[in-house]
């Protein structure tokens, strides 16, 4: 199986900045693509940031600008830097990761979250 861990955030005052990291452990042979989602209260998960094992990345429309999203392979770790942050920012960020193990093809796996709450 694989775990994927969050850490990172907090609360934080509008205009400043957060590095949340997801690292990923288990049976893995290999991690393909891996992600960072939002879910606002009484809202769906959104996407934030993609980056694949090639480090070609795809972010919401909206963060372009603010977010960076990075990995780290050796470490099989994501990161996202969050910058010149937002009220509306605040969600509970969760990572995701597609991984083939040494025992199953490739799947979806998804971290329990993370808060990150931005005051005004």
């Known amino acids: 199986q694989v775990q994927l861990v969050e850490s990172g955030g907090g609360l934080v005052q509008a205009g400043g900045s957060l590095r949340l990291s997801c690292a990923a452990s288990?049976?893995?042979?290999?991690?393909?693509?891996m992600g960072w989602y939002r879910q606002a209260p009484g809202k769906q998960r959104e996407l934030v940031a993609t980056?694949?094992?090639?480090?070609?990345?795809d972010y919401a429309d909206s963060l372009k600008g603010r977010f960076t999203i990075s990995r780290d392979n050796a470490k099989n770790t994501v990161y996202l830097q969050m910058n010149s942050l937002k009220p509306e920012d605040t969600a509970v960020y969760y990572c995701n990761a597609n991984v083939w193990t040494y025992h199953n093809p490739s799947r979806n796996y998804w971290g329990q979250g993370t808060q990150v709450t931005v005051s005004s």
């Open positions: 288990g049976s893995i042979f290999r991690i393909n693509a």
């Open positions: 980056i694949t094992s090639g480090d070609s990345t």
